[in-house]
Nanobody
Framework: VQLVESGGGVVQAGGSLRLSCAAS????????VAWFRQVPGKEREFVAG????????SYADSVKGRFTISRDNAKNTLYLQMNSLNPEDTAVYYC????????????????WGQGTQVTVSS
């Protein structure tokens, strides 16, 4: 499975961005998918995840109510709508695909994209 993120950029605090993750190389629809993020010097952290059917989602407390994860299996694409962004959201955002079901743990995901930078200015 190959994953390519897009949609990152620079935005002012309070603004919005929509990240996309396009998957290819395998059937996307049967896997749980998630977004993680990482800042230099820190471990990669879970942001949001969604089951293969889209019926269940999970969010980090820091983004609940501001971020929305969704997927379009027909397009093999994962999305992350990010609203009310603040400087603490600045990070490289990665999408990940896992066979083992929805999890907040990094090691449960088998494939990763290259990341897209999100920078929120104050």
């Amino acid at each position: 499975v190959q994953l390519v993120e897009s949609g990152g950029g620079v935005v002012q605090a309070g603004g919005s961005l929509r990240l996309s993750c396009a998957a290819s190389g395998h059937t996307f629809s049967r896997y749980s998918v998630a977004w993680f993020r990482q800042v230099p010097g820190k471990e990669r952290e879970f942001v949001a995840g969604i089951t293969w059917s889209g019926s269940s989602t999970s969010y980090a407390d820091s983004v609940k109510g501001r971020f929305t994860i969704s997927r379009d299996n027909a397009k093999n694409t994962l999305y992350l709508q990010m609203n009310s962004l603040n400087p603490e959201d600045t990070a490289v955002y990665y999408c990940a695909v896992g066979y083992s079901g929805l999890s907040t743990r990094e090691r449960m995901y088998d494939y990763w994209g290259q990341g897209t930078q999100v920078t929120v200015s104050s």
